[in-house]
Nanobody
């Protein structure tokens, strides 16, 4: 059974930092492309960052330079370090796994977690 379980969300003031994690099980984690998405209330889900199985990363312009995606294939865990947080970063953060890629872009996301809430106050 495939499971993606996020943790580490919480509340922080603007300018602060937070790290979220995603523990994966039930599939070949190291063979998959991984990504973080976020969804704020009333908004559609938006892509945040992705990392290929060999560690190549891509970021949405809105988080570039502030967020860092990483993975530990030995621990089957995905991370997102978030610095210089802004109120507009407030959202449910969801991790996902994709079996396919085109260059450094992950595609065809197949497995999804339930998410962890991040709230940034001004």
């Amino acid at each position: 059974q495939v499971q993606l379980e996020e943790s580490g969300g919480g509340s922080v003031q603007s300018g602060g930092s937070l790290s979220v994690s995603c523990a994966a099980s039930g599939y070949s984690y190291s063979a998959y492309c991984m990504g973080w998405f976020r969804q704020a209330p009333g908004n559609e889900r938006r892509w945040v960052a992705t990392i290929t199985r060999d560690g190549s990363t891509t970021y949405a312009d809105s988080v570039k330079g502030r967020f860092t995606i990483s993975r530990d294939n030995a621990k089957n865990t995905l991370y997102l370090q978030m610095n210089s947080l802004k109120p507009e970063d407030t959202a449910m953060y969801v991790c996902a796994a994709a079996p396919s890629r085109t260059g450094n872009w992950c595609r065809d996301f197949q497995y999804w977690g339930q998410g962890t809430q991040v709230t940034v106050s001004s």
